[in-house]
């Protein structure tokens, strides 16, 4: 049994204790951290069985019981955790990204060499059904060569204008899980960035610094193309939707909703929108992310998405971000840190 200290009470912070209470069997959670922790959190998760509660994150890492810890803390607190946790030779999940500025990403990877702690990222869309299916696909060369892989990724609505202001942008907070995506299903590396966006949902995220609605067109080493686009608000729900297009085929996912019924009658023919948010579309990937992680640890095995993926992802958010700046390609050679 892995012994669990979560740091951090947050929205993701709730949904990992969640899923490995009612989901993961081989874990458990015995402690939880958040400097805002109050009543109403400290009694949910006491129902949840978590016997040790605190405002102090290294009470955790200092907690002999404690073999592994969840950083679900704000972004700006990732890596600064992950020193202090590999420090403290405890197992690591971070949540992503594990930083916006990519030398603090790599003073993460250089605190690792040598270690014996197993440190993951969580892009829990690796571990979801359909996005799963389709990486099978591509890589079982049912498609044959790749030639164009499309990504459409847009959320119900914006979130606060507070939270954006923190966020690190759209590219490093919510395109972040496309591109590792690009990286997960096409299984190569992405060489240049080019990005466009405008605000189309709300002005005060323009008024705050940042964009709501973005397409990205990437080139990958074989010279495949894959194109991403996002928008802050679709009205239907959650869309979440892929196709791999290459030389014998093409693999293509559509959103999950909650039934497949499909009703014709004499108004037309309607059938059910997509799940809301990631919590009903995500929920199973989350738990599946961590049962890789505790195998990983328990087994003594490579972790399945590593500090490399946290690095990537963010290299290539940093490369769209300056390409929507400077209004041209990007390569990822000329990003320096």
């Known amino acids: 049994m892995l012994n669990i200290g979560i740091i951090g009470a947050g929205r993701i912070g709730k949904v990992h204790l969640q899923s490995v209470t009612r989901y993961v069997t081989d874990a458990k959670v015995i402690a939880l951290a958040d400097p805002f922790m109050n009543a109403e959190t400290e009694e949910w998760a006491r129902s949840l069985g978590v016997g040790k509660l605190t405002r102090d994150y290294k009470e955790i890492l200092s907690d002999p019981e404690v073999d592994a810890v969840f950083i679900c803390s704000s972004t700006d607190t990732h890596s600064a955790i992950s020193l202090e946790a590999i420090a403290a030779g405890k197992h690591i999940f971070c949540e992503k990204p594990v930083d916006h500025d990519l030398g603090k990403i790599k003073a993460v990877m250089q605190a ?49 204008v507070d939270y954006i202001k923190v966020s690190g942008g759209i590219f490093l907070d919510m395109t972040i899980h496309d591109f590792d995506m690009v990286r997960f299903i096409s299984g190569e590396e992405v060489t240049e960035v080019y990005a466009a966006g405008g605000v189309t949902v ?18 990958l080493e074989s010279g495949a193309l894959a194109v991403i686009d996002n928008c802050r608000r679709a009205s239907y ?49 989350y738990a ?16 399945p998405v590593g500090i490399d993926a946290g690095l990537q992802s963010v290299l290539i958010g940093v490369a769209a971000k300056k390409s929507l700046e400077l209004g041209r390609p990007v390569k990822l050679s000329e990003i320096e840190f």
Do not use: C, W
């Open 112 to 160: 690792l060499e040598g270690s014996n702690v197993k440190y993951q990222v969580g892009f829990n869309r690796r571990f979801d059904h359909n996005f799963a299916a389709a990486r099978e696909a591509v890589a079982n060369g049912r498609i044959g060569e790749l030639a164009v892989l499309k990504i459409t990724s847009r959320d119900p609505g914006a979130p606060p």
């Open 202 to 219: 709300d002005p005060a995220i323009g008024e705050a610094g940042d964009i709501d609605t973005a397409v990205v067109t990437l080139r």
């Open 237 to 285: 729900g959650y869309d979440q939707r892929l196709e791999a297009f290459g030389s014998k085929g093409q693999v293509a996912i559509s959103n999950d909703t909650a039934s497949s019924a499909v009703v014709s009658d004499a108004s037309g023919v309607t059938a059910e929108k997509p799940l809301y948010f990631f919590l009903e579309r995500y929920m199973q990937a």
């Open 288 to 303: 599946a992310e961590v049962e890789a992680f505790v195998a990983a640890v328990r087994d003594d095995t490579p972790v």
